[in-house]
């Protein structure tokens, strides 16, 4: 596992955790948990299937109780009262929604438990584009429209910290970009922004940090610049005559690979681009592309886990 940047104690930690750890019958779960979130953080958390991602997140919530280890929420710890949870909102799994009424009226029924001013409905209906839609039964909504109310009940009451699983169930393209601006306006605001999903391609534009999680314990977390590093950088060109130039790049002693798509992806080593380039050019062959491959959210995020796929099923 990292090693967390940052103390178990340090300020300026909207989420930290200690030796969190919950076992089920199964054998699956999470295993001495050292999460770090900074406080004004967009962290994407993810995993493989099975990781225990879910199961992460309800014992940050409350929602399960830990075989051993503790929780603080902004320095505060979480058990025994749960009194942290007053700066959360959070949505897990399905949204518990009341079918038979209005979006808005699933909003009052909250605001009320939470004594909050009837303004604040109107604003989360216009944060998450439901106020033309609020007067419909939940029953008529879509799934996407569903998933932007049970969203909008985690941000009723303002919340510090938002953990959302799974956000972008249900949504179409639109709405996943809408989310994206949600996310940015809010983290702009100071909201920290706890955020596991398999979109890894929509993590990828909006986190600030990641954290990766398989088979229960925390393989990596850090910046995602710091990930990305993680994965050697290689030059990507496309040069005519295709095999030629891979059989010179070996014979020079490059690390080279030649895809189906064409395309030459040489590890940088002693040679630097230019050179990599005039040796091509000086025998004879055309380099028309020549870039350097910049690691993806994904191929980092295979490099740690080695998983074909994303998903929780804790």
Not at 106 to 121: D, K, M, Q, S, Y
């Amino acid at each position: 596992m990292t090693t967390p940047k940052y103390a178990f104690d340090a300020p300026g930690l909207a989420v930290a955790t200690h030796d969190l750890s919950r076992t089920f019958a199964g054998g699956h779960g999470v295993d001495g948990l050292e999460l770090r979130v900074p406080a004004g953080s967009i962290f994407g958390f993810l995993g493989p299937n099975g990781a225990g991602k879910t199961t992460s997140i309800r014992l940050l919530l409350g929602l399960l109780r830990p075989d051993r280890g503790e929780v603080r929420l902004f320095g505060e710890p979480l058990l025994p009262t749960r009194a942290a949870l007053r700066r959360v909102g959070a949505l897990v799994e399905s949204p518990s929604l009341y079918g038979h009424l209005s979006g808005r009226d699933n909003l009052e029924v909250t605001r009320r438990l939470l004594g909050l001013p009837r303004a604040r409905i109107d604003a989360v209906l216009e944060q998450v584009d439901l106020a033309a839609d609020a007067h419909r039964r939940v029953h008529d909504y879509s799934l996407g429209m569903r998933q932007r109310l049970a969203i909008g009940l985690a941000l009723l009451g303002g919340p510090d910290l938002l953990v959302l699983d799974e956000p972008a169930n249900g949504l179409d393209p639109a709405g996943i970009a809408d989310l994206r601006r949600l996310f940015r306006t809010l983290s702009a605001a100071g909201t920290t922004i706890l955020v596991s999903s398999h979109l890894l391609s929509e993590v990828e534009q909006v986190a600030t940090h990641i954290g990766v999680l398989q088979s229960g314990c925390l393989r990596f977390q850090g910046t995602l610049a710091q990930l990305q590093a993680r994965v050697e950088v290689r030059l990507c060109l496309r040069a005519e005559p295709a095999l030629r130039a891979a059989e010179l790049l070996v014979r020079a002693g490059e690390d080279v690979t030649l895809g189906d798509d064409g395309l030459l992806r040489v590890g940088i080593g002693a040679r630097g681009p230019a050179e990599i380039n005039r040796l091509l050019v000086e025998h004879g062959i055309a380099v028309s592309e020549l870039a350097q491959e910049r690691p993806s959210l994904e191929s980092s995020f295979f490099g740690i886990t080695g998983a074909p796929a994303l998903e929780d099923a804790a």
